[in-house]
């Protein structure tokens, strides 16, 4: 009769794994990314980040983009990248974290503030009110004939912007929390 030891294996000394290890690599060469030491992770839950991760960025750019005419916008489209963001943060820390993202969040968020900021105040350089919209058609060559809102510069502001911020929170809270683990000797 087999059981769950006999199908896990045996670890490093012919003992069976204990539970909390199952999930954890065994060799060096099964470390992802540029993490090159081993840490208490999820491998599980890695490696479904890693799957999710994109999808859910391309999921926040269609709401971004369909949000004039539908459900969305920037605030719905910024929020969905930014819990993205969260989950790449909780399945490999602030090092996995850096590695998606090389722009400092100050420079994301400035530069969403400036975005929107611009895109509200444009209109009264045209003689209308603020943050009053137009229709905008675009011929791209590959697209074709494109119609969209002039509100959606202002979008792209408010979803630059969210990502920003919620990158801050990440990099500043997220680096105390590691830091006060460590400090306590709860390695990760």
Do not use: K, N
Request: charged residues 15%; proline residues 6%; hydrophobic residues 50%.
């Amino acid at each position: 009769m087999t059981t769950i030891d006999d199908a896990r294996g045996d670890g490093p000394g012919g003992e069976p794994l204990p539970f909390e290890e199952w999930d954890h690599p065994r060799e060096a060469w099964l470390l992802s990314g540029i993490c090159r030491v081993h840490r208490q992770r999820s491998l599980l839950l890695e490696m479904t980040t890693r799957a999710l991760f994109s999808t859910v960025l391309v999921f926040s750019l269609y709401l971004l983009l369909v949000g004039h005419y539908g459900p969305g916008g920037g605030f719905a489209a910024g929020l969905v990248a930014g819990l993205a963001f969260v989950l790449r943060h909780i399945a490999g820390g602030s090092d996995d974290l850096g590695a998606a993202v090389r722009v400092r969040p100050p420079v994301v968020y400035g530069v969403g503030l400036t975005i929107a900021l611009l895109s509200a105040l444009a209109p009264v350089a045209f003689g209308a009110p603020v943050l009053s919209t137009a229709p905008l058609a675009v011929d791209v060559p590959l697209l074709g004939h494109l119609e969209t809102q002039t509100s959606l510069f202002l979008d792209i502001g408010v979803y630059l912007l969210l990502i920003g911020v919620v990158l801050d929170l990440l990099r500043s809270l997220g680096a105390g929390i590691e830091r006060d683990m460590h400090d306590a000797g709860e390695a990760r």
